[in-house]
């Protein structure tokens, strides 16, 4: 794949200008759509000549066979001997999802109407607090990818909101856990603990003291009415005092980044009503058949892979920015941060070799316009190129229709300016003719050029909602996929994630006993210092 890709990478010397001076039809000819989703991906480095060699390369990966592994159930996570089957959580009833050859659909479809049945409660009040009063209020305490996904998603779908609003509590910072209960009645409050192992140090804690504030305010009694947990470790769930019919739980072959459509889904199910939730599993259903069914040439995971993978390896380019012309997305980056890089981020690949290439750039981003006002300078006159994927809909999610046009005005002057820029000669013309000097115009033409040449995609929609969005996560899901077969790593893992906890268990005593004579001295340095300066 490396020398392939750099063999194609070291030939290519045209740049978007010329392109789409000699291609009049480009930016009709690299636009694919598939579940409510439409890509342009014609302000890239690419003509049909370099897609299709990237089509072989994919190919001569396995790609096909790999991918029908994914859907058939096969342990594709290796290091785990575990199935990945997320998408067997949008299922239908007469899908085939199989483990172990067994068919797995009545199981997700029985721990679905579970769920959608205690949320149903909840919100039309035959379950309720303690006191006998309706819940107004849900806080999920988990993190990582069992924060990220609802917390987007309950951002993303605000409007829609029509139960008990939700919260999200992750960081073992004490200041989230306060804030967050600060505005709300625990008489009135759920709180649902999710965490799939049920052992992750910041979930625990914060469970604990969530148990804590409502046992303080209501008494021990009241816990049981007000927790529930979403997770698949059922001993440490009723160790923890959580009864089995308020435990929603799900399956390993569940990856913790992938697991918004399960039970960890059950903060959206409360808010926004089993319905809402059930269009959202149907627009990534919609998003899975797509990358299935649809060749490789038209299909959105594989083009936006082939073309992270063209950057990374052909070039060398470290990042890739997610810019959402959509306020209501602006926890997408984060949400797409974990998917990506806790996925991607390898460097032993799945024979247990150290790979000889570069796998997943650094993914970041914010919302337009607001970006636009920061750290597009750098995107424009910098020297990193930084490939992006803009994000935006026809119509606004609210009824300011007026803001949309500006937002999306903005967003794809954006693209264009990226991709064409302005000459040292066009930006001294406009001075000269605005009445500068020569002298002064040719001294300021440096700095007011642009040049041009940054790739970018942009994905469309109707509008942000429930299937759009569904769609949207999805393909970045088969995104990640594809491109751990190109990088030939196990996208479904996270070793890497469990040195600093290990490491954080061992440096907690050290705190209280002030030796931490096991660690460097700058550690050691630091653990003094804080001692002596804590209250
Ligand atoms: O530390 C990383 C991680 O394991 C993520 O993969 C996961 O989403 C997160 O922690 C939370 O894990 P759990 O749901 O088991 O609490």
Known sequence: MKDQINALANQWNQSLKDLFEHDSERGSRFVTMGAGLRLDYSKHW?????????????????????????????????????????????????????????????????????????ADQIRDGSLVGATGKKFT???????????????????????LIDGPRPHYVSNVDGAHFHDTVAAIDPETTLFLIASKTFTTQE??????????????????????????????????????????ERMFGFWDWVGGRYSVWSTIGLSLMIALGPGVFDRLLHGAREMDLHFRESPLSSNIPVIMALLGVWYRNGFGLQTLAVLPYEQRLHRLPAYLQQMEMESNGKRIDREGQAVAYDTCP?????????????????????????????????????????SHVLLNANCLAQSESLAFGKSHEQAYQEMVEQGMSAAQAGRLAPHRSFPGNRPSSTIMMTQLTPETLGALIAAYEHKVFTQGVLWNVNSYDQWGVELGKAQCNALRPSFDSGCASDFSSSTQEGVRWLRKNMH
């Not at 806080?139 to 605000?158: R, T, W």
Request: charged share 15%; proline share 4%; hydrophobic share 45%.
């Open 46 to 118: 690419i003509d049909q000549a370099v897609f299709e060699a990237l089509f072989d390369i994919l190919v001569n990966c396995d790609f096909v066979a790999k991918r029908d592994q994914l859907f058939g159930g096969e342990k594709v996570n290796v290091t785990e001997d575990r199935p990945v089957l997320h998408p067997a959580l949008r299922a239908q009833a007469n899908d085939a999802f199989h483990v172990n050859g067994v068919s797995i659909i009545s199981d997700v479809l029985q721990a679905r109407d579970r769920a959608y049945t205690f």
């Open 137 to 159: 209020d849900v806080v999920n305490i988990g993190i990582g990818g069992s924060d990220l996904g609802p917390l987007m998603i309950s951002e993303a779908l605000k409007p």
């Open 203 to 244: 979930t625990m804690h914060n469970a604990s003291k969530a148990q804590q504030w409502i046992s303080e305010a209501l008494g021990h009694g009241a816990i049981a009415s007000h927790f529930a947990a979403l997770s698949t470790n059922t001993d440490a769930v009723s160790a923890f005092g959580i009864p089995k």
């Open 362 to 402: 650094v993914i970041w981003g914010e919302p337009g316009t607001n970006g636009q006002h920061a750290f597009f300078q750098l995107l424009h006159q910098g020297t990193l190129i930084c490939p992006i994927d803009f994000i935006l809909s026809a119509n606004p999610s609210n009824t300011d229709s007026e």
